[in-house]
């Protein structure tokens, strides 16, 4: 007699046999080995030695940094600001800046890193969706991926808080007001997660330890799980062949596997150190300590938050009320849906499309972009409405520099977010069966190469030539 099994059950079941999934034939992880790289697998790289970069300055400034919202009297330095009640927080800031040897490079390296980092794991999101790295069996990888980004983000933002500038008192009223904006419980949470009246003297503390612990404990869990399913289930491969500097690239590092994976990382490294020394972020200094009520004119998150504030700016100011409580849809569907189901469709897009698609069957080798139009039209799609998202974070700077009308601008991209995915995912997708369409012709007929002849009969006709066939490139993104 068969039992039967929960939903969790049957998940769980699920997860294991993706995890259980075969591993890559011996004859392929043979080749894998000797060609594991393409060039965009250095996306991935780049995160894990931009991770090592923060873990080795936030160490730094942890010494120095002080997590407490406690009203003292600054009285470094800093001239313009000696004598003005600041919290030990903003105060411990300063000091690090401008009194401790070499603080200043820490904390700016430590910001790029931070930027690098999430730039990565992006821009290898994007390369494993575009080339379907994320089918069977390297489901759970692309998993790890989508919350590496997350994880990175919300590392980002509680970063950013925790200096108690200007900056970080408009990160925490976004907060607080994506916070109040839940239907029904949303005051009481606000008031247990700042630990009672906003700002509170709660949330900086509370942060700090979610900085510098739990989140960076998480990021090494999963880079430490991913690691592991690549040794089970090796890296997919391109089937198309690398020009010569991609191939002279991946000779070199299959002589010298490792001497290439220390150089990057020391390249990685004095790129950020270089960038921390000559491009000046985050200057606390000039953005002043936070005052509630006070908001610093042109000072805005990190770049990957640009696309929440976008979405905030260009919605519409509704607000109901439901059984006697407010309904802040002006809030709650930019700052929390939107963010919400676009993630939940990233992470959830490798089972929709063998839900959909219909393919069940194990991939060790790499699409190119052009030879799954759909997927490719998908992605340009949602490319797309992360972008016009972003760019209406600024819609104030467009209407100014270009003397239009911010009412005008604001339109624009409430109107462009809808039909913008649908013009890219169209264009993008008869781009992609065009090129698909003409390889066929070429290796039908050959390519036209130009040059015409007279035939006996007095006839003209085109010269083709046989295209060349295609070789396999190594290994890529897994």
Not at 199 to 212: A, C, E, K, S
Not at 289 to 306: E, F, R
């Given at each position: 007699m068969h039992k039967h099994k929960t939903p969790g059950q049957r998940a769980l079941n699920g997860l294991k046999t993706r995890m259980r999934t075969p591993a890559a034939p011996a004859s392929s992880r043979r080749a894998q080995a000797k060609a594991r790289d393409h060039w965009s697998f250095l996306f991935g790289e780049i995160a894990v030695y931009a991770f090592v970069v923060l873990l080795v300055t936030g160490a730094f400034l942890t010494v120095f940094f002080e997590p407490s919202t406690k009203v003292v009297t600054y009285d470094g330095s800093y001239a313009p600001l000696r004598g003005v009640q600041v919290s030990e927080a903003y105060a411990s800031t300063l000091d690090l800046s401008f009194e401790v040897r070499g603080g200043l490079l820490m904390r700016q390296v430590h910001h790029w890193a931070a930027l690098v980092f999430i730039a990565a794991i992006t821009l290898q999101l994007l390369r494993m969706f575009f080339t379907g790295a994320y089918r069977r069996p390297r489901g759970p990888n692309w998993l790890i991926w989508v919350s590496l980004l997350v994880l990175g983000m919300a590392a980002g933002v509680t970063g950013t808080i925790l200096p108690d500038d200007m900056l970080s008192g408009g990160s925490l009223g976004l907060?607080?007001?994506?916070?109040?904006?839940?239907?029904?419980?949303?005051?009481?949470?606000?008031?247990?997660?700042?630990?009672?009246?906003?700002?509170?003297?709660?949330?900086?503390?509370?942060?700090?330890?979610?900085?510098?612990?739990?989140?960076?404990?998480?990021v090494i869990g999963l880079f430490a799980l991913r690691r592991r399913l690549v040794q089970r289930h090796g890296h997919t491969r391109f089937q198309a062949p690398a020009p010569s500097g991609l191939a002279t690239f991946q000779t070199a590092r299959m002589a010298a596997p490792r001497a290439i994976s220390v150089a990057m990382?020391?390249?990685?490294?004095?790129?950020?150190?270089?960038?921390?020394?000559?491009?000046q972020i985050?200057?606390?200094?000039?953005?002043?300590?936070?005052?509630?009520?006070?908001?610093?004119?042109?000072?805005?998150?990190?770049?990957?938050?640009?696309?929440?504030?976008?979405?905030?700016?260009?919605?519409?100011?509704?607000?109901?009320?439901?059984?006697?409580?407010?309904?802040?849809?002006?809030?709650?569907?930019?700052?929390?849906?939107?963010?919400?189901?676009?993630?939940?469709?990233?992470?959830?897009?490798?089972?929709?499309e063998r839900r959909f698609g219909g393919d069940n069957d194990v991939h060790h080798f790499l699409d190119r972009p052009r030879d799954s139009a759909t997927r490719t039209a998908v992605g340009a799609a949602g490319i797309t409405f992360y972008g016009l998202l972003w760019a209406a974070?600024?819609?104030?700077?467009?209407?100014?520099?270009?003397?239009?009308?911010?009412?005008?601008?604001?339109?624009?991209?409430?109107?462009?977010?809808?039909?913008?995915?649908?013009?890219?995912?169209?264009?993008?997708?008869?781009?992609?069966?065009?090129?698909?369409?003409?390889?066929?012709?070429?290796?039908?007929?050959?390519?036209?190469?130009?040059?015409?002849?007279?035939?006996?009969?007095?006839?003209?006709?085109?010269?083709?030539?046989?295209?060349?066939?295609?070789?396999?490139?190594?290994?890529?993104?897994?």
């Open positions: 907060i607080q007001g994506v916070t109040q904006s839940i239907p029904v419980f949303g005051t009481d949470l606000m008031g247990l997660l700042f630990g009672g009246e906003f700002p509170g003297d709660d949330i900086i503390p509370r942060f700090y330890w979610l900085h510098v612990l739990a989140l960076p404990a998480a990382f020391l390249a990685t490294c004095g790129i950020l150190t270089l960038l921390g020394t000559v491009a985050n200057p606390i200094w000039q953005f002043g300590p936070y005052k509630p009520g006070d908001i610093t004119a042109g000072a805005v998150p990190g770049w990957y938050m640009g696309f929440l504030d976008g979405a905030v700016r260009i919605m519409p100011g509704w607000e109901f009320e439901v059984a006697g409580h407010p309904l802040t849809l002006a809030v709650l569907v930019p700052a929390l849906i939107v963010p919400g189901a676009f993630f939940t469709v990233l992470a959830a897009y490798p089972a929709l974070a600024a819609n104030d700077q467009i209407a100014y520099n270009f003397h239009l009308s911010l009412f005008a601008v604001t339109w624009f991209f409430r109107i462009a977010v809808f039909l913008g995915p649908l013009l890219a995912f169209a264009l993008t997708q008869r781009i992609c069966l065009f090129l698909t369409s003409r390889e066929r012709q070429e290796a039908e007929h050959g390519r036209e190469t130009g040059r015409i002849v007279m035939n006996a009969d007095g006839g003209f006709s085109e010269i083709h030539e046989p295209v060349r066939e295609l070789t396999a490139l190594g290994a890529g993104s897994d």
